[in-house]
């Protein structure tokens, strides 16, 4: 029997760091022994073994075009177990990560160094996402960052020279102190977006600093041991931010994402687009197409838990219905240049399904939230057409 392919993102969670950030509240561990990495290692094979298993089941033939090892800190991966592991990885889903469309690795400036390079290289790794967020020591440690600013520069020029690939880079703005003096506000965020910009990176994830519950930073900060800026002062930030983007030629193509031409992250925009991907590892999810009771493939959302009961066995899932894969197609596609695509929402959902403005300007992009509100009349969204939709 002939297997139907299909285009698939594959997003794989390496859970552990080195160090625990004080804003972080993604799942990870920290002190980890090499038994347990490995032992973790092995499971993620296991589970792309389940991944592939399961598709053919359906008659599915998953055709890998993107990878994103992301976390957690894959960066402290050794190289010794990180190859092997990728090339299992291929063996087991049929893909070659040199041959990918994109395959991106996150990593911490301390962990970039000539022989981290030339393995991720050697490895077929094209794309790196380098988490910089300041150049300012003393923020650095606010955030509990175990690099210093001297580290970040040094990751950057060892990128520049030495990476053949492309490349991205995080920048935090909203961070505590660069908006405590109005004279102030823009002229510390606006140093850090200067430096960045002389390594001419192609891309850069711009975010406001959010103070998630139970994190050391909002425990810092409720008991008086950093002060955060409000609202208003952390969206002035940003926006001051986003505009030094734009004069420097970048496309804003995403609410927090901002790139140089042909430099768009096309794993991302997976997500965005809601077309198919899997999550791997502990504490990921994903998004595939399954058979149903009547053999129609429908998108199921999968959940991982964190990483000892994932090591465990445990997993879980469920279809989406049919208004709630809608609201996440506007909410999605609000956030992206080019919003939602009318021709692949009319194929699922039906000709007579559409809210009008599949596509918002600028200022409407940054009030997402209250444009939710349009979606109250979508109760009775039906599925008209198999996902995914050519």
């Known amino acids: ?77 050794p190289p010794e177990l990180l190859l092997p ?22 990593a911490n400036p301390e962990n970039v160094t000539e022989e981290s390079l030339d393995a991720w290289a050697s490895a077929g790794l094209g794309r790196l996402s380098v988490g910089i967020q300041t150049f300012d020591t003393q923020r650095l440690a606010i955030l509990g960052r175990w690099c ?24 935090l703005a909203g961070l505590p102190g660069q908006g405590d003096l109005a004279p102030q506000r823009w002229v510390d965020l606006r140093s850090d977006l200067a430096e960045l910009l002389t390594y001419q990176p192609g891309h850069v994830s711009l975010y406001s600093l959010t103070l998630e519950p139970r994190t050391d930073l909002a425990r810092l900060d409720a008991g008086g041991g950093v ?13 001051r931010a986003r505009q030094g983007l734009l004069d420097a030629g970048f496309e804003w193509y995403e609410i927090s994402n901002f790139a140089r031409p042909g430099q768009r992250s096309l794993h991302n925009q997976t997500y965005w687009r809601l077309d198919p991907w899997a999550g791997l590892g502990p504490g990921a999810e994903g998004t595939l197409p399954k058979r149903d009771a009547s053999g129609i493939l429908r998108p199921i959302r999968t959940h991982n838990p964190r990483l000892f009961p994932w090591l465990a066995g445990e997993e879980a899932s469920e279809f ?5 894969f809608g609201l996440e197609h506007y909410v999605t596609g609000w956030r992206t240049k080019e919003g939602v695509d009318p021709f692949r929402w009319e194929q699922l959902f039906g000709p007579n399904s559409s ?8 200022d409407l992009r940054l009030t997402l939230n209250q444009n939710l509100l349009a979606l109250r009349d979508e109760k009775n969204l039906h599925y008209c057409h198999s996902w995914p939709v050519e």
């Open 1 to 77: 029997m002939s297997l139907q392919p299909i285009p698939l993102s594959l997003y794989v969670h390496i859970p552990f760091c080195a160090y625990r950030c004080r804003y972080c509240n993604f799942t990870f561990e920290t002190g980890w022994s090499p038994a347990l990495m490995t032992r973790t290692l092995d499971a993620l094979v296991r589970e792309a073994e389940t991944l592939r298993r399961r598709g053919e089941a359906d008659g599915l033939d998953w055709q890998i075009r993107t990878l994103y090892l992301g976390g957690g800190t894959p960066s402290v991966v």
């Open 85 to 106: 592991f990728l090339t299992r990885l291929e063996e087991t889903l049929g893909f070659r990560t040199s041959g990918l469309e994109e395959a991106t690795l996150e």
């Open 148 to 171: 210093d600013a001297q580290q970040n520069r040094r990751a950057l020029d060892l990128v520049t020279s030495r990476w053949r690939g492309r490349w991205s880079a995080d920048l």
């Open 227 to 239: 002060k955060s800026l409000t609202e208003p002062v952390a969206d002035q930030l940003w926006l």
């Open 320 to 324: 989406l219905t049919a208004p709630e």
């Open 355 to 362: 809210l009008g403005a599949f596509h918002l300007d600028d």
